[in-house]
């Protein structure tokens, strides 16, 4: 089993709608977890960070289910512009400097 | 703020020569992190540094691959022979070691590599 698991999609969704990813984690111990955008043939960037008690940006919200191990983002609204692959990142275990990516979901927002 | 740097941007070489990509972390920043990044298997952690000393190197593929940090300011990543399985896009980051971005790892932006 991969350490990070991400659903690689693509998700084609229309303006305006909602959607969401999942990503799950295998290591318990992990203690920090991150959603990170990449845009095609460019590096990932932060996106936001994911809290125990779930944080919102705008459109965007994350959660954490550490019973379950997965993490969550919600995009709503959706604009062209949040076409992008989305990649979860896991702290491996207790290290807190060593992050394990997921191989990332593609999403197409369509017109 | 200058972000992080990498060099060359892309990289064509054939199979069995040596490659050697180039990355300047963001200054004051005491983590650098090399990943490689393909279809396949996605974002791969190869090796990280703290205070320019290896700290994992568990992700390196093989004797083949070696990465060094002479300095706060500089890194490299050799690959020696390469070969065409090597292809990839390589990734050098930066994190600092405290404060609210803690944790945030800021990409460079990457090295196509392709080994014909």
């Known amino acids: 089993r991969k350490e990070v698991e991400q659903d690689p999609g693509p998700f084609n969704v229309p303006e305006g709608a909602t959607v969401a990813f999942n990503c799950t984690y295998s290591?318990?111990?992990?203690?920090?977890f991150f959603w990170y955008r990449q845009d095609c043939r460019k590096e990932p960037k932060l996106l936001m960070s994911?809290?125990?008690s779930g944080n919102e940006d705008g459109r965007f919200t994350a959660q954490l289910n550490r019973a379950s191990q997965y993490i969550s983002l919600l995009i709503r609204d959706s604009k062209l512009s949040d076409s992008a692959t989305y990649l979860c990142a896991v702290t491996f275990g207790g290290a807190t400097n060593k992050l394990i990516f997921g191989t990332g979901t593609l999403l197409a927002v369509q017109p | 703020d200058a972000g992080v740097i990498q060099s060359p941007r892309h990289e064509v070489t054939e199979m069995g020569q040596e490659v050697t990509l180039r990355c300047k972390p963001i200054?004051?920043?005491?983590?650098l992190f090399w990943y490689r990044q393909t279809m396949m298997r996605g974002l791969e952690l190869l090796i990280y540094?703290?205070?320019?000393?290896?700290?994992?190197d568990s992700g390196m593929p093989e004797d083949r691959f070696s990465a060094k940090m002479p300095n706060a300011s500089f890194s490299t990543l050799k690959i020696q022979p390469s070969e065409p399985r090597d292809s990839a896009v390589y990734f050098c980051a930066s994190s600092p070691a405290k404060g609210a971005a803690y944790n945030e790892q800021f990409f460079g932006p990457g090295t196509r590599l392709t080994v014909l």
């Open positions: 994911v809290y125990s």
């Open positions: 200054s004051g920043h005491d983590y």
């Open positions: 540094f703290n205070n320019n000393v290896p700290i994992d």
């Open positions: 290591n318990s111990a992990s203690q920090s």
